[in-house]
C-alpha cells in the first residue's frame, strides 16, 4: 500500500519535475524587452533564429526592432525598418502551415508600426513650427518602408513635398501612388495641379481628364482643366468648357469672370485681322470680322458683368470689367485710322463710349483704394484722352 502510494507519488513528481524542465528551457526575451533591453534581446534572437528560426521568432524580433525605431529620431529610423520588413517577410516565409494567426500577427505588426509613423506624420505636418513640420516628410519615409503599397501615405508625401517646394519629388511620389491604385481621381486631380504648376499644361490637361471624365461634375477638376488648357493656349477647349461651366455652376463668379476674360482674349484676335480687312479694302471681311467682334465682345462683356453682379465689392471682378472696357476702347481707337471713312464716326463713338465705362469701374476701385496712385494715374489717362478724341 505505502509502496503503491510512494511509487505514484514518484511518478507525478517525476511528471511534474519533466514539465518544468522542458518550460526553463524554451527560449524568451520578455523579462528584457520589458526592461527595455532592446540590444540584448536582440542580440538573442539572432542567436536563437540561428538555429531555431521560426515566424513566431521573426514576428518577435520585428517587435524589438520598431520599439528600437520609436527611440530614435526620425531620420534615424529608416535602416531599423528596412530590417523590420525583412523580419517579417521572413516571418511570413516560415508560416509553414499558413496559420492565420502567424498572418494576423505579421499584419497587426506591420499596421501598428505604419501607424505609428504615418501619424507621427500628419501631427508633424500640422505643427506650427516649420521645422517640426518638415519632419513629415522622414515620418511619411519611414511609414513606407513598413507599407510601401500605402496610397494615403503616398498622397500626404506628395502634399508635404509640394507645401516645402518640392514639386518634382511630389510628382514622382504621386506617380507611384497612381500605379497602385488607378480609381483614386483625387491622384491624378493632384498630378494635374501639379504639372500645372511646372508649366507642363499637356500633362496637366491630360491628368485633369483621368480625374474624372465628365469634369462637369466636379468644379475643381473642370477648373483645373480650364486653367490647363488656357496655360496650354488652347482657348478653343476652355472657352468650350466654361461655356458649359457658367451653366452648371451659374451662381460662381470666378468662372463667369474667367469666362468672360477668354473671350476677350478671343476677341483681341480679331482686331489685327480687321485692321488688315480695312487696308485691303475688303468690304465683306470687313462686315464678316465687325460681326463676330461685336458678337464676341457683348458675350465677353455679359460674363464679366454677371461675375460683377455675384460680389460687386470683388476688386478682381471690377477691375476685370475695367480692363476690359479700357482695352476694347484702345482696339478701337487703334482701328480708327484703318477704318473706311463712313465707319470713323462710329468707331470714334464706340471708343469713346468703352472708354467712359472703364473710367466707371476705375472709379469703383478708386472708391475701395481711395490712395492707390496706379488708378488714379489711370483715370487721368482717360479722361485726357477721352477729352483729346472729343476735340478732334
Request: aromatic share 10%; glycine share 4%.
Amino acid at each position: 500500500m505505502n509502496i503503491s502510494k510512494l511509487t505514484r507519488l514518484a511518478s507525478f513528481v517525476l511528471a511534474v519535475g519533466f514539465f518544468v524542465s522542458c518550460t526553463s528551457s524554451q527560449f524568451t526575451v520578455d523579462n528584457l524587452i520589458e526592461q527595455e533591453n532592446y540590444a540584448l534581446a536582440l542580440e538573442q534572437i539572432d542567436q536563437e533564429l540561428t538555429k531555431n528560426p521560426t515566424a513566431e521568432l521573426y514576428i518577435q524580433k520585428a517587435e524589438v526592432l520598431g520599439k528600437i525605431a520609436v527611440t530614435r529620431e526620425a531620420e534615424n529610423r529608416d535602416s531599423l525598418y528596412n530590417e523590420f520588413d525583412i523580419a517579417l517577410e521572413n516571418a511570413t516565409d516560415n508560416n509553414l502551415d499558413s496559420s492565420a494567426l502567424i498572418s494576423q500577427k505579421i499584419d497587426s505588426i506591420s499596421t501598428k508600426y505604419w501607424n505609428i509613423e504615418h501619424q507621427s506624420g500628419l501631427q508633424a505636418y500640422e505643427s506650427d513650427n516649420e521645422q517640426v513640420q518638415r519632419r513629415s516628410i522622414l515620418h511619411f519615409q519611414n511609414a513606407l518602408i513598413i507599407d510601401s503599397e500605402n496610397v494615403e501615405t503616398y498622397k500626404s508625401l506628395a502634399i508635404a513635398h509640394y507645401n516645402f517646394g518640392n514639386i518634382e519629388e511630389a510628382i514622382s511620389t504621386l506617380n507611384i501612388a497612381s500605379s497602385l491604385d488607378q480609381e483614386d481621381s483625387e491622384i491624378y486631380e493632384n498630378l494635374g495641379f501639379l504639372y500645372l504648376e511646372t508649366g507642363n499644361a499637356q500633362q496637366s490637361a491630360y491628368y485633369y481628364k483621368l480625374a474624372n471624365k465628365d469634369p462637369l461634375k466636379d468644379k475643381n477638376i473642370a477648373f483645373g482643366l480650364v486653367n490647363a488648357y488656357i496655360s496650354e493656349g488652347n482657348d478653343v477647349e476652355a472657352i468650350k468648357l466654361l461655356d458649359q461651366l457658367v451653366n452648371v455652376y451659374p451662381n460662381n463668379g470666378k468662372i463667369h469672370n474667367v469666362y468672360g476674360t477668354q473671350l476677350f482674349n478671343q476677341v483681341s484676335t480679331l482686331f489685327p485681322q480687321l485692321k488688315d480687312a480695312y487696308t485691303n479694302a475688303d468690304e465683306a471681311e470687313v462686315t464678316t470680322l465687325r460681326v463676330e467682334i461685336e458678337g464676341l465682345s457683348e458675350k465677353a462683356e455679359q460674363q464679366l458683368i454677371e461675375a460683377y453682379k455675384t460680389d460687386s465689392n470683388n476688386m478682381e471682378f471690377i477691375e476685370s470689367l475695367a480692363v476690359f472696357y479700357n482695352n476694347m476702347a484702345g482696339n478701337y481707337f487703334s482701328l480708327h485710322p484703318q477704318a473706311f471713312e463712313d465707319d470713323k464716326e462710329a468707331i470714334k463713338n464706340r471708343a469713346l463710349t468703352l472708354t467712359d465705362f472703364a473710367i466707371r469701374y476705375y472709379n469703383e476701385m478708386l472708391e475701395m483704394e481711395a490712395n492707390n496712385d496706379r488708378i488714379t494715374t489711370k483715370i487721368t489717362n482717360l479722361n485726357t484722352l477721352k477729352n483729346s478724341w472729343n476735340n478732334k
